[in-house]
């Protein structure tokens, strides 16, 4: 028996998908067409195992202005003005090369967001990584923060917030979630979708080379294994300075009205964009590759279609305005190049000078591609394993420190100083000020408000319940700033989802996602979804990561998180009974297991309304809402932000039930640790647990009192740099 | 008073610098092509990767049409206001002395700290004197911030008055000689600084201190 493998299955396609795709063509597909329909069939364009999950969101809402079908969605925030966002994966370019995985991460999201008309006004990044104490983590680490700065602070986009786990199931395929916002005028926005027969396709941007080929059905669409070097040249270069020309470029170019629509060259190069453009219109598109901008001379049309070379963009124009285009790319110094036309032929065919190379219904290209069905079973309890780093028998005062010193929950100081957070004249409340980024929208007189959550540590001890946390957590975020949702975008990291467990997670994931967004009214506008992150020792901890955009109507009225006034009581709001079940202590003790109580959503709903309304009347010192590590972490947090001491008793979370332990360290939903006149705040409903004052955190809670000073915790709190930097020299 | 802001390809903060100087007076951009500064009463060469910072920041823009224009505009004494890589381009262009380097750490800092009007203090006396001195409040953000230049320049900058701005002592973020965040020309007409004065003009976003800096340019150089 041969051991030669057929061309399909080396790009990724299953027999069965072979033969539909034989039969969708009544021939057998030539290499340019196989490679095309190899790309726009794989899991990464096709979302063939997901797609019908996804079905089950919410994403329709009175904001909505674009909602998952377009580049990326978009809600209302009045005055004309929309806001744009979506959040996107580039995980696995990432773990083979995490610089530039990263930085072209923040480009194609960017691209996105531009696409619609939008101009990018802030980023935010959701990072996954092994545990600190391998070498591989902090490479992948080190290089995926200073390639988000590459990109984003080239561009004079303002990195705004984010968040970076550790936790060994990343370690051999971390995470770089990137979320880019963007505000537009609604009626300067373009869709995607090609239309009018006749019109020129113009292809804008960066020429077109031989890197990222395949990188959407190799790279995205299979786990991570041995000679992933091989994979190397899949990985594409960013060119911040080109995209910078180009956005300015695309952004002239609808304001002047000389764009029918506009689409973003992302995954599967030309062959998605050309594809999907055609299919959203239902009309045909004509390529000519030999009009294409080359880097090389000498490459084959299926090169040329598949390539992912980055910044590109891809416009259809009426042919009267082309003359008008290119002069405006020429402006810019950027690529401009006419290079086919839409057809009424329900085909997409790839010419190359007069001869026909590809030619395929879209219908069968961007629309065929089986979708299945998962195949999910329970995993029979904790399926990842637990390691002990944290004497079970420490002191209350030596848990703090250590929970405050975990990587996971220290400041993440080190890599947000490598962003810029200020360009562009929007950023009220910076990284670390307060518990959601805050941007001014002058344009619309109001402000917006962003965030984005995903313990995935949480979601592995119960997917349903973990996914529900997540969105509250957004949504408690925007709260503590006064800021109401208008939409969520999500990115699903996921594992195999032909494996049983994988696919159970990923099932009851979405179906938690879908039923806390129905709960709170926000809809889901877009969003994306990594599958295959595994690596030798099996998939990642599941990783829905949301973000969640809100509007506050003044962003004077802002409070952050820091307790900034001495005598002024702390609080407690919501319904909060915190559990060690998944927390970061049960991490560090090696006590990890499945299950979390189940989240009541309606409570912390209206926990969220209340807080909102205090923080707009200007009723709050500060409001921070209680998340890993505890209410004793979120006390450290709020006294070394404004340095000042504070001191409270556990006794009301005792009195529902809590221990001592579970009040100090245990996590859960729905609190929210708040400081300002006691009066006020027990006027709607708080419960004072303390009081904001002297050099101390000093907490009562019983056996398992502590007093600390502020200056240990900041110790603690600031102490990534030396885990990163020194470990590095080792 | 005039503003005319430069935009370079790559120019990323030009349009907050714009915003800062309409709240002084008239401002619009000139498009790096553009030769002709006439009815502009002042400059600014702003910040952002002009060119991608490609081959050394500032080295490309510094050849730029603008560039010709704005370095007639000085030599006639119209006041010039180079932020971040607005500084690189003018000390690129001979503008300004020195040069900017890599920062210490290797590493883009983003940080809000706190500058001093360094007018004519050597950094000797600086350090004893900066405590009582108003400082400003000012966010910086860059990857090759560190200023340079050979011992004896330094000392010939310090005893002329040339330096405009440091950082307060312990909170240098890019390990720049004696604690430099920008310097003047000889005619005090063209002054350079890394820090972003265009977003500290709005109590919103964190401080207006910067405000201080353009009303400082201003009033230095002889209108055109």
Redesign the interface.
Known sequence: MTVEVAKHRELGLTDSEFELICEKLGRTPNDVELAMFSLLWSEHCAYKHSRKLLRRLPTEGERVVMGPGENAGAVDIGNGYAIAFKVESHNHPSAVEPFQGAATGVGGILRDVFALGARPIAILDSLRFGELDSLRSRHLLDGAV?GI??YG????VANVGGEIYFEAPYEHNCLVNAMCIGIAKQDEMVRAAAAGVGNAIVLMGASTGRDGIGGASVLASAELGDGDEAKRPTVQIG????E??VL?CCLELLEKGLLVSLQDLGAAGLTSSAGEMASAGGVGIDLDVAKVPLREADMEPFEIMVSESQERMLGVVEPAKVGEVLAVCEK??TGGAEIGVVTDSGQVRVLQGDEVVGDMPVEALVDGCPLYDLSPAEPDGWIYGNRATLDPGASSEETLLALLASPSVASKRWA?????????????R?PEAADAAVL?IPEAGNAIAVSIDGNGRRVACDPYAGTIEAVLECAQNLACVGAEPLGLTNCLNFGNPEKPAPAWQLDRAVSGLADVCNALGVPVVGGNVSLYNEGPEGPIYPTPVVGMVGELPD??KVSGSAFIREGDAIALLGPFTPALAGSELAKLRGELGAGLPQPNVAAVSAACTTVREAVRAGKLSSAHDISDGGLACALAECAIAGRIGCSVDVQPLRERGCSPEDALFGEGPGGFLLSGDRETLESFGATTIGEVGGTTVEVAAGDRSFTVSVGTTEGAWLSLPGQIEIRADN | MRWGVLQF?????E??AL?ACSLLGEARLVWHEERDLSGIDAVVVPG??S????LRAGAIARFSPAMEAVAEFAAAGGPVLGICNGFQVLCEAGLLPGALLLNEST?????QLNLIPADGTKSSAYARISSRRPTLSI?A?H?EGRYYAPGEVLDRLEENGQVAYRYVPGQNPNGSARDIAGVRNEARNVVGLMP?P??A??P???STDGLKIFEAVAAAGVPA
């Open positions: 200073r700065g590459h602070n080239s561009i004079g060119d911040p300075f080109e910078s020309k300015e810019w110094q947000f100083e490598q962003y810029d957070s200020v360009v562009g004249s929007r950023t009220v910076r001014q962003p004077a | 390809p790559g120019s990323c903060d349009r907050d915003h952002g990767f060119y991608g910072d490609y590493r883009f800092t983003c940080r966010p953000k990857g972003h265009e977003h003009v709005d919103l976003t964190g």
